[in-house]
């Protein structure tokens, strides 16, 4: 069972750089969300879509961009990476975006940036 | 808004210690509440949840009871094992408006278990 997928695992960029980071899940949710991981500050979120077609902002989601592709795939965009985004970045999904759905996670992307 | 807060770690406890770890939420309504436990170099795994008031969650000898009266969902196990070591995150998702369905999450409890 692949269940959320993230690509890549590891990746370091040099300041200004951009990138792409990848997520697939297998479970046909309808919802996927964006977390950063800091140290001493849980997990807090980027960007969610509810559903295919539509993305929204969350805590902090000032440097992202995100595209939902399709049903199965939310990737994350960092234009211009700074070393403020140095952190371990996990997705999600859920079957729907409700009070009463867990989520269910990636295995991670850490990303640093120098 | 809403919040979650967690005790402070890092855990050590011996083998077939009691374990508990407290959590207790600010939050609008009646949220749910969940933990999730995350193992090194991994992403984050339901543990257990509970969705009202009084309803306890239960797996792999973890146990949390949704207590409304004192905003809390602690969790606790009888025995712990090496294996139980790992970070244990106390969440919430909201239950109004445009954030129902997102999770706060509280910063983590970091438990080693020593054989």
């Known amino acids: 069972n692949a269940g959320v997928t993230q690509t890549p695992k590891f990746q370091v960029l040099k300041t200004g750089q951009s990138m792409t980071l990848q997520c697939a899940q297998d479970?046909?949710?309808?919802?996927m969300y964006w977390y950063r991981q800091d140290p001493g500050m849980g997990l807090r979120l980027i960007y969610y879509?509810?559903?295919?077609?539509?993305?929204d902002k969350g805590e902090v989601p000032n440097g992202y961009n995100v595209s939902r592709l399709n049903k199965r795939e939310f990737s994350l965009r960092l234009e211009s990476a700074a070393p403020s985004q140095t952190s371990v970045y996990f997705c999600?999904?859920?079957?729907?975006?409700?009070?009463?759905?867990?989520?269910?996670f990636g295995d991670g992307t850490r990303l640093s940036i120098l | 808004g809403d919040s979650v807060t967690q005790m402070e770690g890092p855990v050590t406890l011996s083998e077939e210690a009691f374990l508990t770890i407290n959590c207790t939420y600010t939050a609008t309504g009646y949220p749910s509440l969940f933990w999730y436990v995350q193992y090194p170099g991994e992403g984050l795994q339901l543990l257990l949840k509970?969705?009202?008031?009084?309803d306890k969650g239960s797996n792999k000898g973890f146990e949390a009871t949704y207590r409304k009266e004192t905003t809390s969902f602690h969790l606790e196990k009888g025995s712990v094992q090496v294996s139980d070591s790992a970070v244990y995150f106390c969440a919430l998702s909201e239950a109004y408006g445009g954030s129902q369905g997102n999770l706060i999450f509280g910063k983590g409890t970091k438990l080693s278990v020593k054989p």
């Open positions: 999600a999904s859920s079957e729907q975006r409700a009070r009463n759905q867990p989520q269910h």
């Open positions: 509970a969705t009202k008031a009084d």
């Open positions: 479970m046909n949710h309808n919802s």
């Open positions: 879509s509810a559903s295919e077609g539509t993305t």
